[in-house]
């Protein structure tokens, strides 16, 4: 009988050495105990001397970043067609009845090559070009597009 209470006295001693000394209950963390090392033997690292003619003697101001603010551009745009030979093809007979710019751009946004006049940076520029452009039958169909660049 003595062996046994022997036996369950350090079965108990042993439990309560296991036992951490502190436990935290932190309700963040699915209410689990953490364990808090007392203990722990901390290292300093050790200092690193470096050769005085590899180091930098000034550190370059970082430059800061500026975002683009981007602006509104104007266009005239006076066909749209599925192929390219066509596109160019108007663009070339557009040319001979009016002497603006015409450019050819394949649009993603409408699947289509369109006809163009280069962006205008104010909307009263774009708007004067489209109704000189309504006053030839060819055109009446001009519009403006606006876009970001």
């Not at 963040?28 to 007392?38: E, G, L």
């Not at 006076?78 to 394949?106: C, D, H, M, P, W």
């Not at 163009?116 to 000189?132: D, G, T, W």
Request: hydrophobic residues 40%; neutral net charge.
């Amino acid at each position: 009988m003595n062996k046994k209470y022997l036996y369950i006295s350090f079965l108990i001693f042993l439990f309560i050495q296991c036992v951490p000394k502190e436990t935290l209950k932190n309700n963040d963390v699915d209410s689990t105990n953490v364990y808090v090392f007392d203990d722990m033997n901390i290292v300093e690292p050790t200092e690193i001397v470096e050769d005085s003619a590899n180091v930098p003697t000034e550190i370059a101001a970082a430059e800061p970043v500026i975002e683009k603010k981007k602006t509104e551009k104007y266009i005239v745009q006076i066909g749209a067609f599925s192929t390219k030979e066509r596109a160019e093809k108007f663009a070339n007979q557009s040319r001979k009845i009016i002497s603006e710019e015409l450019i050819v751009n394949y649009s993603s946004d409408v699947g289509l090559f369109v006809v163009q006049l280069p962006p205008y940076a104010l909307r009263s520029e774009a708007e004067k070009i489209r109704n000189k452009l309504w006053k030839i039958k060819k055109f009446k169909d001009a519009f403006i597009l606006t876009k970001l660049y």
